[in-house]
């Protein structure tokens, strides 16, 4: 990811904060999801919390986020 593109998601995923999502991830050959509450991002990772789980997902292996809309924010 070019340093451009890379800094616009990690503006995107700032104002995720507080929101449920799934994080799509690159796991080896395949993609597999996680679910929950963006609580934090660090440096090289963010931080997802769902039923009293934290999951730390390195921000470069993220492929895609997805966020249920409302009408509202259409």
Known sequence: ???????????QLYS??????SVLIKSGDDCCKHKGVICNIEEDF???I???VRTEIIID????????IFRKDC
């Open 50 to 52: 769902n039923n009293n």
């Open 46 to 48: 963010l931080v997802l």
């Open 61 to 68: 292996s993220i492929v895609g986020i997805k966020k249920e």
């Open 16 to 21: 995720l904060i507080g929101e449920f999502v």
């Open 1 to 11: 990811m070019s340093s451009c593109s890379s800094l616009y998601f990690e503006e």
